[in-house]
């Protein structure tokens, strides 16, 4: 009995340090119990996430909020995207910044009308030199700001909603939670001697290479060994057994590790914030253009590419050859993934390089995409439906991934 209830315990903790890797803002509202089962086990988690990966995790009775080290520049961007999927722009960022500024404004109260709360911003850009206007762009990046704290439980909506308020200005009645404000941003304003210290280290964190190499295996998709720091690639190489049981104990995660580099991934795909190989044309693009380059080119274990001025692993595909393939794709599947695409491909072409990019499964040079041996692992099981049937190719979302990259000596 006794080891049972402790192998719970120790299950319902994994549980939720993966809710928090997942979302590391999260609310009585939006997740209840996700965020009792944090409050039960706070002390430990607090413990496990500084000393595994230098996180700081703040919890109280309404939310818990899981405070992530800044990852390097060569991690694959997370960018805040709006309910169609595109990525917020720089005037989004100032919308959410300004929103965030007028909440927190001293005669703002617990409960703010939309039309008041817009009226505030509108003020503060004023103040500092920003120029803002009533056209439909700017109300549809107000919005998506709004929505934003909408999802992070920053800000709720009690009476109407900031959609109808954007679209035919009805008014709409915002419960603002001030307590989660301060803990949006990973570092007080007031401890910052600028904006770029928002993504650079604290300066009072002395690094460790176990820790950050945690970190990249944790946070990245795949982490490239040329992008390892030298004593990064000796914790890799000699504790990979102790590596391997932290992040299967803490985080549910199997390590995987081969000569171009390694990866932590989820076997249940709840940490997965990008799917893939997942459903959508772009996706299936993407997959079936990976397939058809490694066909076309057949590189083997040891192919390198240059990649900002250095000699990476990996296969440089010229750009000609890219966007042929994806148009004679975008041909073959007119049924499926519709006719626009026949006469403007260039789209897809992007949309595709964009999720291989952000899986760090390729990179965009002036010659051509590169791309990385872990590519291999998701050449897709394309498969024909019966000829009674509308006779189109689909991709079947849990097909087999070879086991190998470039070949079965290579990740």
Request: proline fraction near 7%.
């Given at each position: 009995?006794?080891?049972?209830?402790?192998?719970?315990?120790?299950?319902?903790?994994?549980?939720?340090?993966?809710?928090?890797?997942?979302?590391?803002?999260?609310?009585a509202a939006t997740d209840p119990d996700a965020l009792a089962l944090i409050r039960h086990h706070a002390a430990a988690l607090k413990s496990s996430f500084a000393t595994a990966l230098g996180y700081i995790l703040v919890v109280e009775p309404t939310f818990a909020r899981l405070v992530k080290a800044p990852l390097p520049a060569a991690a694959p961007v997370r960018p805040a995207r709006r309910n169609s999927g595109g990525e917020f722009t720089a005037r989004t960022y100032t919308y959410l910044a300004l929103?965030?500024?007028?909440?927190?404004?001293?005669?703002?109260?617990?409960?703010?009308?939309?039309?008041?709360?817009?009226?505030?911003?509108?003020?503060?850009a004023a103040t500092v030199g920003i120029d803002l206007d009533d056209s439909r762009i700017e109300q549809r990046h107000l919005v998506a700001a709004l929505r934003q704290l909408i999802a992070w439980g920053?800000?709720?909506?009690?009476?109407?909603s900031v959609s109808g308020w954007g679209e035919r200005q009805e008014e709409a009645l915002l419960t603002v939670h001030r307590q989660m404000l301060p803990h949006l941003l990973a570092r007080p304003l007031a401890a910052l001697d600028g904006p770029e210290a928002l993504v650079t280290s604290s300066p009072d964190v002395t690094e460790q290479p176990r820790r950050s190499l945690r970190r990249k295996l944790v946070e990245n998709?795949?982490?490239?060994?040329?992008?390892?720091?030298d004593a990064e690639r000796d914790v890799l190489s000699r504790e990979r057994t102790d590596l391997t049981r932290t992040l299967d104990d803490l985080f549910g995660l199997v390590l995987e590790v081969r000569a171009e580099g390694a990866l932590a991934y989820d076997p249940d795909r709840h940490l997965s914030d990008v799917e893939f190989p997942g459903p959508g044309k772009v996706k299936q693009a993407a997959l079936l253009l990976v397939d058809e380059l490694l066909r076309v080119h057949k590189p083997t274990a040891g192919k390198t590419a240059e990649l900002h001025g250095r000699q990476v692993p990996g296969l440089l595909c010229p750009w000609p050859q890219v966007t042929e393939i994806v148009g004679d794709l975008a041909v073959r599947h007119e049924k499926m993934w519709g006719?626009?695409?026949?006469?403007?491909?260039?789209?897809?072409?992007?949309?595709?390089?964009?999720?291989?990019?952000?899986?760090?499964?390729?990179?965009?040079t002036e010659d051509g995409l590169v791309l990385h041996p872990a590519a291999a692992r998701h050449r897709p099981d394309v498969q024909l439906a019966p000829s009674q049937t509308r006779?189109?190719?689909?991709?079947?979302?849990?097909a087999p991934v070879a086991p190998s990259l470039f070949d079965l000596e290579s990740l």
């Amino acid at each position: 009995m006794a080891v049972s209830i402790v192998a719970h315990e120790v299950t319902q903790r994994r549980d939720a340090a993966r809710s928090l890797l997942r979302t590391p803002l999260l609310t009585a509202a939006t997740d209840p119990d996700a965020l009792a089962l944090i409050r039960h086990h706070a002390a430990a988690l607090k413990s496990s996430f500084a000393t595994a990966l230098g996180y700081i995790l703040v919890v109280e009775p309404t939310f818990a909020r899981l405070v992530k080290a800044p990852l390097p520049a060569a991690a694959p961007v997370r960018p805040a995207r709006r309910n169609s999927g595109g990525e917020f722009t720089a005037r989004t960022y100032t919308y959410l910044a300004l929103i965030c500024a007028a909440v927190l404004a001293p005669d703002t109260g617990e409960q703010v009308l939309a039309s008041a709360l817009v009226e505030q911003l509108r003020a503060d850009a004023a103040t500092v030199g920003i120029d803002l206007d009533d056209s439909r762009i700017e109300q549809r990046h107000l919005v998506a700001a709004l929505r934003q704290l909408i999802a992070w439980g920053v800000i709720e909506e009690t009476d109407g909603s900031v959609s109808g308020w954007g679209e035919r200005q009805e008014e709409a009645l915002l419960t603002v939670h001030r307590q989660m404000l301060p803990h949006l941003l990973a570092r007080p304003l007031a401890a910052l001697d600028g904006p770029e210290a928002l993504v650079t280290s604290s300066p009072d964190v002395t690094e460790q290479p176990r820790r950050s190499l945690r970190r990249k295996l944790v946070e990245n998709p795949l982490v490239r060994r040329e992008d390892l720091t030298d004593a990064e690639r000796d914790v890799l190489s000699r504790e990979r057994t102790d590596l391997t049981r932290t992040l299967d104990d803490l985080f549910g995660l199997v390590l995987e590790v081969r000569a171009e580099g390694a990866l932590a991934y989820d076997p249940d795909r709840h940490l997965s914030d990008v799917e893939f190989p997942g459903p959508g044309k772009v996706k299936q693009a993407a997959l079936l253009l990976v397939d058809e380059l490694l066909r076309v080119h057949k590189p083997t274990a040891g192919k390198t590419a240059e990649l900002h001025g250095r000699q990476v692993p990996g296969l440089l595909c010229p750009w000609p050859q890219v966007t042929e393939i994806v148009g004679d794709l975008a041909v073959r599947h007119e049924k499926m993934w519709g006719p626009e695409h026949v006469s403007h491909p260039s789209v897809l072409c992007r949309d595709a390089i964009s999720v291989l990019t952000s899986l760090s499964l390729a990179d965009p040079t002036e010659d051509g995409l590169v791309l990385h041996p872990a590519a291999a692992r998701h050449r897709p099981d394309v498969q024909l439906a019966p000829s009674q049937t509308r006779a189109h190719e689909r991709l079947e979302p849990d097909a087999p991934v070879a086991p190998s990259l470039f070949d079965l000596e290579s990740l």
